[in-house]
């Protein structure tokens, strides 16, 4: 329950500065002000993906003592990827003249510390102080978003800035609470000791978020930022969903590296099925309460732009489905030491899916993206959670030889 919270709480500030910025920002602001954050979200994906993942996996079933040990090198490796991803974003701003990259250059390395240490204390078992930790940042952000409207400062830069400012302060409370300080001098050591786990997850991210992540920026490249903005607009109101999803990950996945390692398979995988469905039937009621609802209602909600996003809803829905099934078997593959299946599945599908999407945004705009992305997503999660089904049945089959 506290993950759902803490997600639920990290995507309410998210929300606060895109449902603001849908009502005050032009379409082509908000799809650049939108962008600007996907790129955030995207760095704080790969900083766990490459760095945090080997610590969830390595050291949540471990002593106190050496969690904390690990959790400082974790943590030093993290500052230093921040660095040098905000330098990229610096040199990004100099050849674009636009200054919401320097924004989100200077936000970069708060941003990723606070995630990376929110998903330290999941793999400790903290998760209050997770969403503790949430929770401040997300006041400080409710805060900021008031302070820039009442202003009149509320642009696409301002917004990145308090975006990625206010989860310093969270970020330093729970790193303190948690009893860890970054060490960057054992960067080269971490990543030395961790490059198969490192580098097999980063491989499937690459492969999973360059679809999520990755088939956006193509999105607004192709159809513009307006298209991009549009496609943001009609995630809004699926909010709900993709909190439950990342929350209920961020619960399981050491869960059910402590089941398995406590010789619990069946149980892990009564786990990981229960989720599934659940996390399926939430897609379903949540997209059927907003296709149901009145436009006008949405108008109201969300501004004037609506009814042309309005559209789009089932197809990010399909894509949703898909996202909540993979959430549910690609964390019981990866906990029980198969996460090379879940790279191969999503290494034919990746590239059939980021072509269609160009291809689909090239000649269809918005919606010919947005299919493709969903269609990609689809056929992902039913594939991981076929492969898990089998075996998962494979090794019942096995114990009772």
Same mark, same amino acid.
């Given at each position: 329950m506290f993950a759902i919270v803490d997600?639920?709480?990290?995507?309410?500030?998210?929300?606060?500065?895109?449902?603001?910025?849908?009502l005050t920002l032009s379409l082509t602001d908000f799809g650049l002000l939108s962008l600007a954050m996907v790129v955030g979200l995207l760095s704080q994906a790969l900083m766990k993906a490459l760095i945090i993942d080997a610590y969830t996996l390595g050291y949540a079933g471990g002593s106190s003592a050496r969690q904390r040990t690990a959790g400082g090198a974790a943590l030093g490796a993290v500052l230093v990827a921040a660095i040098a991803w905000s330098v990229c974003l610096a040199c990004v701003w100099a050849v674009t003249g636009s200054a919401v990259w320097a924004g989100l250059a200077v936000a970069g390395v708060p941003?990723?510390?606070?995630?990376?240490?929110?998903?330290?204390?999941? @793999?400790? #078992?903290?998760?209050? &102080? *997770?969403?503790?930790?949430?929770?401040?940042?997300?006041?400080?952000? $409710?805060? =900021? !978003?008031?302070?820039?409207?009442?202003a009149d400062m509320f642009s696409p830069t301002s917004v990145v800035l308090c975006w990625g400012l206010t989860s310093s302060v969270s970020a330093l409370l729970m790193i303190r609470m948690l009893g860890v300080a970054p060490q960057p001098s054992r960067t080269a050591e971490w990543f030395r000791e961790h490059r198969g786990v490192g580098m097999r997850s980063s491989l499937d991210f690459g492969l999973t978020q360059s679809v999520a992540y990755g088939g956006g920026i193509i999105l607004s490249a192709l159809a513009g930022p307006a @298209?991009? #903005?549009?496609?943001? &607009? *009609?995630?809004?109101?699926?909010?709900?969903?993709?909190?439950?999803? $990342?929350? =209920? !990950?961020?619960?399981?996945q050491p869960a059910l590296v402590r089941r398995i390692r406590s010789s619990q398979p069946e149980e892990a995988g009564r786990m990981a099925a229960t989720v599934g469905i659940v996390l399926v039937v939430a897609t379903l009621t949540c997209?059927?309460?907003?296709?149901?609802?009145?436009?006008?209602?949405?108008v109201v909600i969300l501004g004037e732009s609506w009814p042309d996003a309005a559209g789009l809803v089932p197809i990010l829905a399909a894509g949703l489905v898909g996202s909540a099934l993979a959430s549910s078997a690609g964390p019981l593959l990866r906990a029980q030491g198969m996460l090379h299946r879940e790279v191969v599945i999503k290494s034919v599908v990746t590239p059939v899916t980021i072509t269609g999407i160009a291809l689909g945004a090239g000649l269809g705009g918005v919606v010919g993206g947005s299919l493709a992305m969903?269609?990609?997503?689809?056929?992902?999660?039913?594939?991981?959670?076929?492969?898990?089904?089998?075996?998962?049945?494979?090794?019942?089959?096995?114990?009772?030889?």
């Open positions: 997600a639920g709480v990290s995507s309410l500030g998210n929300f606060a500065f895109s449902w603001i910025g849908a941003l990723a510390l606070h995630d990376s240490a929110r998903w330290i204390a999941f @793999a400790r #078992g903290r998760v209050g &102080l *997770a969403a503790f930790g949430t929770g401040v940042w997300t006041l400080l952000s $409710a805060v =900021s !978003v008031g302070a820039l409207v009442a @298209a991009f #903005g549009l496609l943001r &607009l *009609a995630q809004l109101p699926l909010a709900a969903v993709q909190v439950v999803i $990342a929350g =209920s !990950v961020s619960a399981m997209t059927a309460t907003v296709v149901l609802l009145p436009n006008a209602l949405w969903s269609s990609g997503a689809l056929v992902v999660g039913i594939g991981l959670t076929v492969v898990a089904y089998r075996c998962r049945k494979t090794r019942l089959r096995a114990a009772t030889l």
